[in-house]
């Protein structure tokens, strides 16, 4: 769609104009007469290119306007320009976190790319999930994010604010690991769904495939892999998904899997550690595993995959993760597309603080976010002043999508 305004416009106007149009008194009924809106009468360039710019709240607001917006903000055009400026506006960081008393769970969304100078502004709501959920072990994959339950797996918009939940995959076992992965080229999402082996299953089992929103709603076998047992969660870098994996039950002989969302072929690459800890990550534009030993950090950044080459960084925290500043244990739980290590608290008490470490320049930056788990968030959702929000899980490189299935 062309533009209908130059680059010198601010969306401010924009938003002025918007306002304009939309804030017209709701006509009176007239007896054999129509009477268009003036919401239907604007023109389609200028309503996508308005629509396209407001935070992903008020887009989906706005789709109660009239069906005409709500049938542009569902089109795969406008998701993926939307998907893209939200990308390019900055990631955020999603904190997750239960009650100590109530088992109630909320989210946190927190701009990741905060100046440390400025109040960020924090987007939160209560999740309503059971217990039985898994949300440790997973990433946030261009918006989306997969949480697995005993015989499911499901897909959560946390922009949307849904789970949608996917046909049960019949491994015939329990338990399962869900790895979602997405091909920046045609904009695909697949999720690899790999059981959970037990002894007395061995042999009977292989993965699965799942594309979400294609024609086929069913899962597909992938033949000829070598079985194999999940042991950590995955990672998606340029639409390849990676996850740690052993040939044996009782986790000995490590290697990385690595699933082409694509093509759907895997492969296996060797690995230079030999204890299961830390987690697959974005570190210099290459996938790394990262552990954490109190403040020290080990890196083991894969240099060439088909000659399973690796390189191994240290680095020694300028600052004790037990934080006297905030008073409070820090956990590392990402690294953002700046190369930072990020620093979450296991509790969240107002105010809390967010550490971001860069090991290249061995400086870290303290980001204080107040207003959250105050007195007036404690009351408004229902809980006393005894009551301690814990850290589950934070998802670095968040962006926002309206896609849902």
């Known amino acids: 769609m062309g533009l209908l305004f130059t680059k010198k416009v601010s969306f ?9 149009f939309i804030g017209w ?17 604007l023109p389609l360039d200028l309503i996508f290119e308005i629509l396209e710019r407001l935070p992903a709240k008020s887009a989906v607001k706005f789709r109660c306007v009239s069906k005409l917006w709500s049938s542009i903000t569902t089109l795969p055009s406008f998701i993926r320009s939307f998907d893209a400026r939200s990308s390019a506006t900055g990631p955020r960081l999603l904190i997750v976190s239960r009650t100590d008393k109530y088992n109630q769970r909320f989210v946190f969304s927190i701009p990741q790319n905060q100046n440390s100078d400025n109040q960020p502004v924090v987007d939160s709501y209560e999740m309503t999930i059971p217990t039985n959920y898994c949300l440790s072990c997973t990433d946030s994959v261009h918006g989306l994010i997969c949480i697995t339950r005993p015989r499911r797996v499901e897909i959560w918009n946390p922009t949307m604010r849904r789970v949608a939940t996917l046909p049960r995959p019949k491994t015939g076992g329990k338990d399962t690991h869900g790895f979602l992965g997405y091909d920046p080229i045609d904009g695909t999402y697949k999720v690899l769904c790999m059981p959970t082996f037990h002894l007395r299953h061995k042999g009977k089992y292989q993965p ?20 194999h047992y999940p042991l950590q969660c995955g990672k998606c870098i340029n639409g390849v998904v990676y996850y740690v994996a052993s040939l044996e039950i009782d986790g000995a002989a490590w290697f990385l899997v690595s699933f082409h969302v694509r093509s759907e072929k895997m492969s296996m690459i060797q690995v230079p550690w030999s204890h ?5 990550s974005l570190y210099q534009g290459k996938l790394a595993r990262v552990t954490s030993n109190a403040d020290d950090i080990t890196m083991w950044i894969l240099e060439d995959a088909e000659k399973h080459e690796w390189s191994c960084k240290h680095f020694h925290l300028p600052f004790p993760s037990n934080d006297p500043v905030s008073n409070t244990f820090l956990r ?3 690294v953002n597309d700046a190369d930072e290590l990020i620093y979450v608290p296991r509790k969240l008490v107002n105010p809390f603080h967010i550490l971001y470490y860069h090991p290249g320049r061995n400086s870290f930056r303290r980001v204080i ?20 929000l814990i850290t589950i899980s934070a998802y670095s490189n968040h962006i926002d999508t309206l896609l849902s299935f």
């Open 208 to 227: 699965l495939v799942f594309t979400l929103g294609g024609a086929q709603d069913s899962w597909r076998v992938i033949h000829g892999v070598t079985e």
């Open 276 to 280: 299961n800890r830390g987690f697959l």
């Open 25 to 41: 008194r709701r006509p009176e009924k007239r007896v054999g007469k129509k009477r268009e809106s003036k919401a239907t009468s």
């Open 12 to 20: 401010e106007r924009l938003l002025l104009l918007f306002n304009k």
């Open 332 to 334: 590392l739980k990402g």
């Open 369 to 388: 976010v107040d207003g959250v788990a105050d007195e007036q968030f404690m009351r408004r959702n229902g809980l006393d002043d005894k009551t301690s």
